[in-house]
């Protein structure tokens, strides 16, 4: 109800949301509606390990999990129609290509086939590009905040990039990616041990045998700490994160059912 009055009050259109394209979520918002709308693609790409029916029940997970106000609530919906006129034709063309099978042109209304609406948020990627140092040290200060409290609830984000974080407008740092989210309980935190002799440590082949629920705390650093003040920031308050018998400390806390302060 909400939506429907908004768009009758309303006169800007549908463009895709800001931030990196994701390669699972076709991501689209009204600018002056603070909510975004995200339709699962077709054809996700074969680097996620993943479909449609289990981006769905990741999606359920979060739904009735406690999220420690640390993860978007979701609202669920089938068979939305909105009027084509809404839509920018680069979009409706972008929407074409990826969701075919999720749209129907009836009328002068396109109809999404099942969507997901979330509370828009600035990408942390994106927030931290542009933040003065100290709203970069905060930020990445709650981003390690948000990782820990939901490893308390036995979350574990499993893609743990700023672009799947948001801020809200309060500063907040907050998960809204949820295709490889699992159970913390679930992984299995490992040191990467030292490798034999004669192999070369940079080459891309690994020496040591890597499970599918896997997890390697201390390569979060070569993919997320890049920058150098984020790199700082990161390990002034959160080098924890970067040491596997943390992560496992949490586990059995999870396992026992040891409640922990968020």
Not at 238 to 262: C, F, P, T, Y
Request: aromatic residues 12%.
């Amino acid at each position: 109800r909400d939506f429907l009055h908004h768009l009758k009050h309303s006169t800007d259109r549908f463009v895709a949301a800001p931030g990196i394209q994701g390669l699972v979520m076709c991501v689209f918002t009204l600018p002056s509606y603070p909510y975004v709308f995200k339709v699962i693609r077709d054809r996700i790409a074969p680097s996620k390990d993943t479909d449609a029916a289990r981006v769905k029940q990741k999606y359920a997970l979060v739904k009735h999990h406690d999220r420690a106000g640390r993860m978007t609530d979701i609202l669920e919906y089938s068979n939305v129609a909105i009027p084509r006129a809404r839509f920018t034709n680069e979009l409706m063309a972008e929407l074409e290509a990826a969701i075919p099978s999720q749209l129907e042109l009836d009328g002068d209304h396109v109809i999404v086939r099942h969507v997901y609406i979330e509370r828009r948020l600035a990408p942390l990627n994106l927030f931290i590009r542009s933040a003065d140092d100290g709203a970069k040290m905060r930020a990445i200060r709650d981003y390690g905040m948000a990782i820990k409290e939901l490893a308390a609830i036995n979350i574990f984000p499993g893609d743990l990039l700023f672009k799947n974080f948001g801020v809200t407008r309060y500063g907040r740092v907050v998960f809204y990616d949820y295709d490889e989210i699992e159970y913390l309980t679930d992984c299995r935190f490992r040191k990467i041990p030292a490798p034999p002799a004669g192999v070369d440590e940079l080459s891309n082949e690994v020496w040591y045998p890597v499970g599918p629920h896997d997890v390697f705390p201390e390569e979060f650093a070569t993919f997320l700490l890049t920058d150098p003040e984020v790199r700082r920031a990161f390990l002034a308050f959160h080098a924890d994160l970067l040491d596997a018998k943390w992560w496992q400390s949490m586990q059995d806390a999870n396992r026992d059912g040891r409640q922990i302060e968020v």
